[in-house]
């Protein structure tokens, strides 16, 4: 199975900040990797699909990027309501696996 | 918008049974394959089974191959997940979620119904 490993587990983050989520593949996946963000209690929510294409409705300030086996999550100046957890996927094959999560929180 | 509630979820001892539903609505359920995610928090995220849009292809995590079945009715507009021989460690949130094209991310997700497996 393809493992995903999500850097950092928390990351401490203030209003206007710019952040940086990393994920890396245990396998090339080309760009088949997708991210998530989930707010307590609720479902995830697609925010990027193909490492760098936003998903519709999704704020600009979200982007994407990588490929291979490196990718990255960026918001560019992060809003009150991005204090959320953000989970990485790969669907490079049917055996989907997630990343374990970064859970952004207020410094 | 897209509708997806799951049901089924309960309390049930090690080797028991359960059987999920999800009702989609607001799409056309045939066009579209389907899965079930659970999520406990030791493990985060973890993809269960995929099913294809006309019910001929099955994929399942290795942890549920043989216990865990997927199913469509698509006359109904309904998914299910008939799941035996529970374990401890399947105690999870069970989502439905709808995936575009098969492999593809999951666009739309029910709430969750939770599954509690207790001996």
């Known amino acids: 199975d393809i493992q995903m490993t999500q850097s950092p587990s928390t990351l401490s983050t203030s209003v206007g900040d710019r952040v940086t989520i990393t994920c890396r593949a245990s396998q090339n996946i080309n760009s088949w990797l997708a991210w998530y963000q989930q707010k307590p209690g609720k479902a995830p929510k697609l925010l990027i699909y193909k490492a760098s294409n936003l998903e519709s409705g999704v704020p600009s300030r979200f982007s994407g990027s990588g490929s291979g086996t490196q990718f990255t999550l960026t918001i560019s100046s992060l809003q009150p309501d991005d204090f959320a957890t953000y989970y990485c996927?790969?669907?490079?094959?049917?055996?989907?696996?997630f990343g374990q999560g970064t859970r952004l929180e207020v410094k | 918008e897209v509708q997806l509630v799951e049901s089924g979820g309960g309390l049930v001892q090690p080797g028991g049974s359960l059987r999920l539903s999800c009702a989609a609505s607001r799409f056309t359920f045939n066009d579209y394959w389907m899965a079930w995610v659970r999520q406990t928090p030791g493990k985060g995220l973890e993809w269960v089974a995929s099913?294809?849009?006309?019910?001929?292809?099955?994929f399942y995590v290795d942890s549920v191959k043989g216990r865990f079945t997927i199913s469509r009715d698509n006359a109904k507009y309904s998914l299910y997940l008939q799941m035996d021989s529970l374990r401890d460690a399947d105690t999870a949130v069970y989502y439905c979620?709808?995936?575009?094209?098969?492999?593809?991310?999951?666009?739309?997700w029910g709430q969750g119904t939770l599954v509690t497996v207790f001996s």
């Open positions: 099913i294809k849009y006309d019910g001929s292809e099955m």
């Open positions: 979620a709808r995936d575009d094209r098969g492999p593809w991310p999951f666009d739309s």
């Open positions: 996927q790969q669907y490079h094959s049917y055996s989907y696996t």
